[in-house]
């Protein structure tokens, strides 16, 4: 049955996955109202979304998903039809150094929401998952929708509950609740704290870049508009209560993407610097697709060489989005310093 997309919420609009995905579904479903609620952390940008702001079609509140009272108001106010819910604390380093927000926001927060879609009803609520709820692979293989869930950082085991959260309330109560769980995505808006745009913008600025541990670990990664794309299959057709994996089938080890950054910006491997690794650092992910292009008829639409050949672009040519976020106010979220990173040598491995 096609789901009613009037009014939509969209949570952490203002995030990088958030951002390019209400200007993909403002381009998509142009008549839908388009709520975007976001906190605005260190990593919700409002400059992600300057080409949105005069549609008349999109709406900003700036909220807390854990505030019960203010998300109740948002929904008595719009009656969503669906919800999509990006918001969440994304960092899996961070989540090492001060694990309580992740719980607060993707534990809690996700709670509140499959409250207030409980109160107030709704046709379908898309939870917006990970890869990282199964943890690590070896060599070979790939993780389908039912690898068991082995989450091995504070990041990665919020995102789990919040899984679990999505299902418990479809299963006990009837909430419309769809899950999607996504390899690493790249491409523009995204906050250089994550692999690709630090190396670029590091690059860049001809500074060191932090390669963790001996750089062999692999990543599979999608361009942020493929995910957008799959999300919005989801939201469309996607059945209720399934679990969808999307993945980009690009299997890339960290030293050779960083050198390739390198390579592409004309700058010297010289640059590139082996530091601590990450405690509980998986080794490789890679996904299966299979279903979400079987049954919803989705598959990506960038190549690899393509999409980092357009977002190197994009972070040359947007250095003043970058610039505020590495100089000023934003200054000590940028990225994590040296030693904040050498207090994880002193972490019990598991
Ligand atoms: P991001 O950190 O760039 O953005 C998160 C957004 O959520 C920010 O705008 C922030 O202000 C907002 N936010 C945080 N706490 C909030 C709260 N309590 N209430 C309201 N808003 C809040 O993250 P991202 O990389 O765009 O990831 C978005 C979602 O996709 C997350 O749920 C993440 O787990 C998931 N995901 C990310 C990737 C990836 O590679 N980036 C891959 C798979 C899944
Ligand atoms: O797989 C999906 C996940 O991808 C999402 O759920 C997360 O929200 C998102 O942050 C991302 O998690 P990762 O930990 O894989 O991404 P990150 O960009 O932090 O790191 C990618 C790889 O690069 C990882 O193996 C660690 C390594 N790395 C990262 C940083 C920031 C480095 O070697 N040096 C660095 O400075």
Redesign the pocket.
Known sequence: MAVNLTSVLI????????SNFVRFFLRRHGESEVIN?????Y???LESLKDVEGNRHYHFYR????DGAFVRRLFNEWHFDAVV???????VDRSILGPQVFI??NVR?TTTLLEAAREFGVEKFVQ????EVYGSLGPTGKFTEATPYSPNSPYSAS?TSADMLARAWWKTFGIPTVITR????YGPY??PE?FIPLMIINALQDKELPVYGDGKNVRDWIYVEDHCEAITAVLEKGVIGEVYNIGGGNEVENIELAKLILARLGKPESLLKFVADRPGHDRRYAMDSEKIERELGWKPKRSFEQGIEETIRWYVDNRKWWQRIVSGEYQKYYKLQYEERASWSNSKRG
């Open positions: 949570t952490g609009g203002a995030g990088f996955i958030g609620l976001d906190k605005l952390t990593a919700g940008n909220g807390d998903i854990s819910n990006f918001a969440a604390e994304s960092h607060d926001t927060g917006i998952s990970t890869d995102k996504c390899s690493n995505n995204q906050f994550k």
